[in-house]
């Protein structure tokens, strides 16, 4: 980690293997990319150049686990944006974009930090925190985790049938969705918005102190989940935050 | 290389001409911290200037309320690539810290220290000459903890992370050290407009 002995992050072309629709707003855009391994919970920056010169850089979380090709993206459609719209409405298989990473050295989880670890999730700020599961899923599969996801409807959980699949065959790991805007689904669910109180009820069901905790989101809500957990007694270096601004 | 089918929105004549390389202009606050917001306390805050460990001044919260206040409106820039244009910052100059202590900077760098144990590294000479402060209030408001509040650094010509939050003392190094993100893949030092993100970025 000493700056001095790493090399600057260059710009590489990545070619698009697929877009795939994830929700209603989330597509997934995979990258047979060029960039170093990455960290679980690490992002990726990604440079679109128009024809006159024009650019525009944005990040994204990697959702894929270390390791895996192609390395996917989970980006949602925003309100007036820019680069998201390209990726909703234009970009394709064998489209090429530039893309500098992996970047970032906290919000991240490698097998050897342990857990027990609970990750705390809203909307799409599940994509870092899927790269974390499925990593732990192929390397420490023992390890209690506990990942709770607020989503505005059943049908906006991104990566929703992996995750109950991936919970179906695994003891270790627990699930909670809780979904804003509509009724729980399975037993144990939510059918509101997780608040403290919410969040404690879940975690004394789940029956473990979490060692790490990871959250991403918005900021509101960030903020409250974090607060909690600090409330429930959790040492504040040992919550991670990553915080989205919603902005184009 | 051109994006195939990426025609981009374009922002103003004015907006681009206050854009660095790679940034766009927010018209919100976003809020970027590595944990939960620490709860700072007004009756126990202080604010410390030290030489490596050695404290040279402190100043309680009523203390540093009193000291000469400045007004700095401009632009703020993020890594993360948004910018805010046109906020209005007020507290207390570096220049002013350093004269109420009856200081001259023992050294060429030093680290903003906040309450959450984070840091960053600035250099002295990118900290006076009325080029950043101490700020306790933000457009007009005391400023709220999710900003940084009650006091964060306001470098506001370096990448915001510079900017520490809940800023609770500047301790003066022998050398330029790395703070928290510098040691985790941000660059040393920081300019946005030579687009200095990342580690060893030229």
């Known amino acids: 980690m000493t700056p001095a002995a790493a090399a600057p992050l260059r710009w590489h072309h990545a070619r698009v293997t697929a877009v795939a629709a994830r929700t209603p707003r989330v597509v997934s855009v995979f990258l047979d990319h060029a960039v170093e391994r990455h960290d679980a919970g690490q992002h990726l920056d990604v440079r679109l150049t128009a024809p006159d010169g024009y650019q525009a850089q944005r990040s994204y979380s990697i959702a894929s686990a270390p390791g895996v090709h192609p390395l996917e993206l989970a980006i949602e459609r925003l309100a007036d944006g820019e680069v998201s719209a390209y990726f909703h409405d234009v970009a394709q298989a064998g489209d090429s974009i530039e893309v500098r990473g992996p970047i970032g050295g906290h919000f991240i989880w490698r097998p050897e930090d342990g857990g027990p670890l609970l990750l705390v999730a809203g909307g799409s700020g599940v994509a870092p925190l899927m790269a974390m599961l499925r990593l732990r899923a192929v390397a420490a599969r ?3 985790a506990l990942l709770v996801y607020s989503a505005r409807t059943w049908d906006e959980v991104i990566f929703r049938d992996e995750l109950l699949e991936m919970e179906m065959r695994d003891p270790a790991l627990r699930i909670v969705v809780a979904t804003t805007r509509g009724a729980p689904v399975r037993s144990g669910d939510l059918g509101r918005r997780v608040d403290g109180e919410a969040l404690a009820a879940v975690l004394a069901v789940w029956g473990h102190a979490p060692r790490h905790a ?7 809500f960030v903020e409250a989940m974090t607060q909690a957990l600090v409330r429930q007694g959790m040492l504040p270096a040992r919550i991670r935050a990553e915080r989205y601004g919603g902005v184009a | 290389m051109t994006t195939r089918g990426f025609a981009g929105r374009r922002p103003t004549r004015d907006a681009a ?6 940034q766009y202009e ?3 606050f976003p809020v970027l911290s590595l944990g939960p917001t620490p709860a700072v306390d007004l009756a126990t805050w202080a604010f410390t200037l030290r030489d490596g460990p050695r404290p040279l001044a402190r100043w309680s919260w009523s203390e540093f309320e009193a000291l000469p206040r400045t007004t700095w409106r401009g632009d703020i820039h993020c890594v993360t690539k948004w ?4 906020t209005e910052w007020e507290g207390v100059t570096v220049d002013d810290v350093f004269a109420a202590a009856g200081v001259s900077p023992p050294t060429s760098y030093l680290l903003a220290q906040s309450y959450d ?9 990118d900290l006076v000459g009325g ?3 101490i700020a306790t209030r933000f457009a007009g408001a005391p400023l709220a903890a999710e900003h940084g509040g009650p006091a964060r650094l306001l470098v506001p010509h370096l990448y915001f992370w510079k900017s520490a939050k809940w800023l609770r003392g500047l301790r003066f190094t022998a050398r330029d050290e790395a703070g928290f993100w510098e040691l985790r893949g941000y660059h040393l030092y920081g300019d946005p407009w030579r687009e200095q993100r990342y580690t060893n970025d030229p």
């Open chain 2, 117 to 125: 144990d984070y840091d960053t590294n600035v250099p002295v000479t």
């Open chain 2, 83 to 86: 910018s805010k244009f046109g």
């Open chain 1, 214 to 220: 990871y959250v991403c989101g918005a900021n509101a």
């Open chain 2, 26 to 28: 927010t018209h919100d």
């Open chain 2, 131 to 133: 080029r950043a402060m």
């Open chain 1, 142 to 144: 023992d390890l209690p």
């Open chain 2, 17 to 22: 001409a206050r854009l660095p390389p790679g």
